[in-house]
T-cell receptor, first 116, second 111 residues
Framework: GAVVSQHPSWVICKSGTSVKIECRSLDFQATTMFWYRQFPKQSLMLMATSNEGSKATYEQGVEKDKFLINHASLTLSTLTVTSAHPEDSSFYIC????????????FGNGTRLTVT | SQQGEEDPQALSIQEGENATMNCSYKTSINNLQWYRQNSGRGLVHLILIRSNEREKHSGRLRVTLDTSKKSSSLLITASRAADTASYFCATGGTGGFKTIFGAGTRLFVKA
């Protein structure tokens, strides 16, 4: 149980276009999901906390107008990278918590975004 | 700023040897978790240790936690080539609270 599916696993897009990444909890309801960004050989950087039915909470330095997060249901959160630029190329990973406080996070397999 | 910092950054060992990774953190925690990441994939939860626990085992994994020193260690015994991955410690809570990841230790187990 506690499977998180992330789609697509990789995407290549042109500068100026927008890309949507989906994160689904397949067998549990996730009121909160998290979006991370990871550069090669580095740790995960928390971008934002996605809350079902309310606005996402963004970390300092993350542009909310550029990285649009929507958490319309208890099983789906989406991250849209708007007007993508080459510097947005990265590995994006979502996670969700199953259970109450003290439960571990379950991760999607990540999305490799390349902006040309 | 990141909460956890792993040491060493990279570790290369022979199959069958033990691998020890350390993690230090800065503030009070409710629990500390260890995760594993294979190259280009998401993270997999390995083990969680609560702030009132000192040691925990799971198969070939042993985790210790010293809250007075704000540090934790992950020991993988009898390592296998398949253990090759990056290992991250993470601190904080869940259920709406942020979990902050350390820089990670890249483990390479040679067959």
């Amino acid at each position: 149980g506690a499977v998180v599916s992330q789609h697509p696993s990789w995407v290549i897009c042109k500068s100026g276009t927008s890309v949507k990444i989906e994160c689904r909890s397949l067998d549990f309801q996730a009121t909160t999901m998290f979006w991370y960004r990871q550069f090669p050989k580095q740790s995960l950087m928390l971008m934002a906390t996605s809350n079902e039915g309310s606005k996402a909470t963004y970390e300092q330095g993350v542009e909310k107008d550029k990285f649009l997060i929507n958490h319309a249901s208890l099983t789906l959160s989406t991250l849209t990278v708007t007007s993508a630029h080459p510097e947005d190329s990265s590995f994006y990973i979502c996670s969700a918590s199953f259970g109450g406080q003290g439960s571990p996070l379950h991760f999607g397999n990540g999305t490799r975004l390349t902006v040309t | 700023s990141q909460q956890g910092e792993e040491d060493p950054q990279a570790l290369s060992i022979q199959e069958g040897e033990n691998a020890t990774m350390n993690c230090s953190y800065k503030t009070s925690i409710n629990n500390l978790q260890w995760y594993r990441q294979n190259s280009g994939r998401g993270l997999v939860h390995l083990i969680l240790i609560r702030s009132n626990e000192r040691e925990k085992h799971s198969g070939r994994l042993r985790v210790t936690l010293d809250t007075s020193k704000k540090s934790s260690s992950l020991l993988i015994t009898a390592s296998r080539a398949a253990d090759t991955a990056s290992y991250f410690c993470a601190t904080g809570g869940t259920g709406g609270f942020k979990t902050i990841f350390g820089a990670g230790t890249r483990l390479f187990v040679k067959a």
